[in-house]
């Protein structure tokens, strides 16, 4: 089975991301470091999840008209300035927004990334590159949540978001420059 670079290379950007991509239980700690009640960190949490999913078609409809790039790149963008917002703001209302946020990127990017794994895949081999795709998540994540349990406890409860909000923007920067300069875009198209 040969992978396309071009899928290789997104499944490491994707890899790359998911080690800035922590458990959502640290927004929740840093939520109630910020002031917030158990109850009113509960309903951030709705918040986010209501955001996510009352997104998640329109953004699922905007990658299929204008392609996943224009959503992606957004979608971590956003990413990223959640995470370094968690780091360096400190009122509630921030707060608030940031969890809103942090439920658009989650719409923009659950579609997108899998409806490019599809589209790039070789024929007959979707389920074991989703499958692929899934376990690269699942490192990631471990990798991350590790990394950022590390930093709240060595460094300081801001130094997980920093780290996340870092490589959330390097991740968009990535994707970018993977989708839209010709150069690079051809080196992978030609493989």
């Not at 790039?69 to 990413?79: D, T």
């Not at 658009?104 to 389920?127: D, M």
């Not at 590790?146 to 959330?168: D, E, H, K, R, T």
């Amino acid at each position: 089975m040969k992978f396309s670079k071009k899928l290789i290379v997104y499944l490491s950007v994707i890899f790359i991301f998911c080690i800035g991509n922590s458990t959502n239980t640290f927004l929740l700690l840093k939520a109630q470091e910020r002031g917030f009640s158990t109850s009113q960190v509960i309903l951030l949490y709705l918040a986010y999840n209501v955001t996510a999913s009352a997104l998640a078609i329109p953004a699922g409809k905007f990658s299929d008209r204008l392609g996943r790039s224009k959503v992606l790149v957004p979608g971590y963008l956003i990413y990223g300035i959640v995470y370094i917002g968690f780091a360096l703001l400190v009122s509630q209302a921030a707060i608030v927004v940031l969890f809103v946020a942090h439920g658009a990127y989650h719409a923009f990017v659950s579609g997108a990334e899998r409806a490019f794994i599809v589209e790039n895949s070789p024929a007959g081999t979707t389920g074991t590159v989703l499958g692929l795709y899934g376990m690269l998540q699942g490192f990631g994540l471990l990798l991350a949540s590790i990394i950022a349990g590390s930093l709240w406890s060595l460094v300081g409860s801001n130094a997980p978001f920093l780290f996340g909000g870092i490589i959330g923007l390097v991740s968009a920067g990535m994707i970018l420059l993977i989708t839209k300069n010709q150069r690079i875009a051809r080196f992978f198209v030609d493989s």
